[in-house]
């Protein structure tokens, strides 16, 4: 470790802290992302830490921005010749904007991803509302800003992941929910709000159990069913638990695996929340690899979304196929030239996305992702690939710097 003091009148109350926070001794005080809300949390960190300290070798980039944010407090402090002999030229100033906002836009879901576990694994009361919300708000923004680069890196992890399958569940589930209530439901940006909160937490009392769940090769046990068959419950109340009031997000979590086709219209708000992640959550386990099975392909996971209990079209799952496309990003494919990509963006119709080629006509890899149209005939898609079937590894970044 490389621990380096702050200065605690630098410490921005009610904003996502940019870096690790330790204390003296390197012990942590608060992840990336959390939010302090008042003054006397912020005493009661440094009473804890003997003083507020950041490791450089851990949060290198976050602190050489915030030591650039205190240059700009200090130039404050100057004289205007002196403010006006450092200012960058316009050009300068654009330029670190818009390298700034892609900086923002742009997600790094492995940290994401053990965020999301460590809250939902262990949640406090003390600091689980700071915490949630402020990975809350951080997935808002990316489904806002970049739903497809979101949609891909959440729906390539889930066709992998086991250690860390619950978080990564839930996000992609609130993820989903979010764009479809957004982008094709036209729900209030405050109903897309509490069904993106709810979606995240629905699953908060066994996320332990989930993740040991993924790995787990024999059969469950007694214990582990009945644990499973009343999660719902008892993520309420947990919730409630950690200071959740409202209603419409208790109800929803509450009501997430309740078997109940029929129109959305004819549905509460919290209903009709529970029933779109009840579709969701359908697709999300099907894509998603155990110990002692394979993940199911795409289109199978969409079709169980798409017909309700009674086999018909179900309003929410038609809501999501529609969204998300027949071949959603992240989905691997295979063209009528004989060569298999992965989705990495919607398109005009529901089965022409853009796709990254992978391997050629001769199974070989390409070396580098060839994007393709896959609304002209050439490259028409004929069918879905299985993950386990794909033999190139991949970079996700490079995978999202194409969308």
Same mark, same amino acid.
């Given at each position: 470790?490389?621990?380096?003091? #702050?200065?605690?009148?630098?410490?921005?109350?009610?904003?996502? #802290?940019?870096?690790? #926070?330790?204390?003296s001794d390197?012990?942590?005080?608060?992840?990336?992302?959390?939010?302090?809300?008042?003054?006397?949390?912020?005493?009661?960190?440094?009473a804890r830490g003997r003083q507020l300290?950041?490791?450089?070798?851990?949060?290198?980039?976050?602190?050489?921005?915030?030591?650039?944010?205190?240059?700009?407090?200090?130039?404050? /402090?100057?004289n205007l010749g002196e403010i006006a002999s450092m200012k960058m030229t316009a050009a300068e100033e654009s330029a670190s904007r818009d390298r700034a906002a892609a900086a923002r836009a742009q997600a790094d879901w492995p940290e #994401?991803?053990?965020? @999301?576990?460590?809250?939902?694994?262990?949640?406090?009361?003390?600091?689980?509302?700071?915490?949630?919300?402020?990975?809350?708000?951080?997935?808002?923004?990316?489904?806002?800003?970049t739903p497809d680069a979101t949609l891909l890196a959440l729906i390539y992890l889930s066709t992998q992941e086991t250690r860390m399958y619950s978080a990564t569940h839930s996000m992609l589930v609130s993820c989903v929910c979010m764009v479809v209530a957004r982008e094709?439901?036209?729900?209030?940006?405050?109903?897309?709000?509490?069904?993106?909160?709810?979606?995240?937490?629905?699953?908060?009392?066994?996320?332990?159990?989930?993740?040991?769940?993924?790995?787990?090769?024999?059969?469950?046990?007694?214990?582990?069913?009945?644990?499973?068959? /009343?999660?719902?419950?008892?993520?309420? @109340?947990?919730?409630?638990?950690?200071?959740?009031?409202?209603?419409?997000?208790?109800?929803?979590?509450?009501?997430?695996?309740?078997?109940?086709?029929?129109?959305?219209?004819k549905k509460t708000e919290a209903q009709q929340m529970a029933r779109l992640i009840q579709r969701a959550d359908i697709f999300g386990a099907r894509l998603a690899p155990r110990a002692a099975?394979?993940?199911?392909?795409?289109?199978?996971?969409?079709? @169980?979304?798409?017909?309700?209990?009674?086999?018909?079209?179900?309003?929410?799952?038609?809501?999501?196929v529609k969204t998300l496309g027949v071949y959603p990003p992240g989905a691997f494919v295979r063209l009528a030239s004989r060569e298999v990509g992965v989705v990495i963006r919607r398109g005009t119709t529901a089965t022409t996305p853009k796709v990254a080629v992978l391997t050629n006509r001769d199974g070989m890899p390409t070396g580098e992702p060839i994007p393709r149209d896959t609304g002209m005939p050439p490259w028409k898609i004929t069918g879905v690939v299985a993950?386990?079937?794909?033999?190139?590894?991949?970079?996700?970044?490079r995978l999202l710097q194409m969308v």
């Open positions: 470790m490389n621990l380096v003091s #702050l200065n605690i009148e630098s410490i921005q109350l009610g904003h996502p #802290l940019p870096f690790v #926070l330790r204390g390197g012990a942590l005080l608060a992840q990336k992302g959390y939010v302090i809300r008042t003054r006397e949390e912020l005493a009661k960190m440094v300290c950041v490791d450089t070798d851990e949060s290198g980039g976050s602190h050489r921005a915030y030591l650039a944010q205190l240059q700009r407090m200090l130039m404050a /402090d100057t #994401l991803q053990l965020r @999301a576990t460590q809250l939902l694994r262990s949640p406090s009361p003390s600091d689980f509302g700071g915490r949630f919300q402020a990975l809350h708000d951080e997935l808002v923004r990316h489904c806002e800003q094709m439901l036209r729900w209030p940006s405050a109903q897309v709000q509490k069904l993106g909160h709810a979606a995240l937490s629905m699953n908060i009392a066994m996320t332990e159990l989930q993740d040991q769940l993924a790995q787990q090769s024999h059969p469950l046990t007694a214990a582990q069913i009945a644990a499973v068959e /009343d999660h719902a419950a008892r993520s309420e @109340a947990l919730l409630r638990h950690l200071g959740v009031a409202d209603p419409a997000w208790l109800e929803a979590v509450r009501c997430h695996h309740h078997r109940t086709p029929g129109p959305l219209d099975r394979w993940p199911m392909p795409v289109t199978a996971a969409m079709q @169980a979304s798409y017909y309700d209990e009674e086999q018909q079209a179900d309003e929410a799952g038609a809501a999501l993950f386990k079937d794909v033999r190139v590894k991949l970079s996700l970044g």
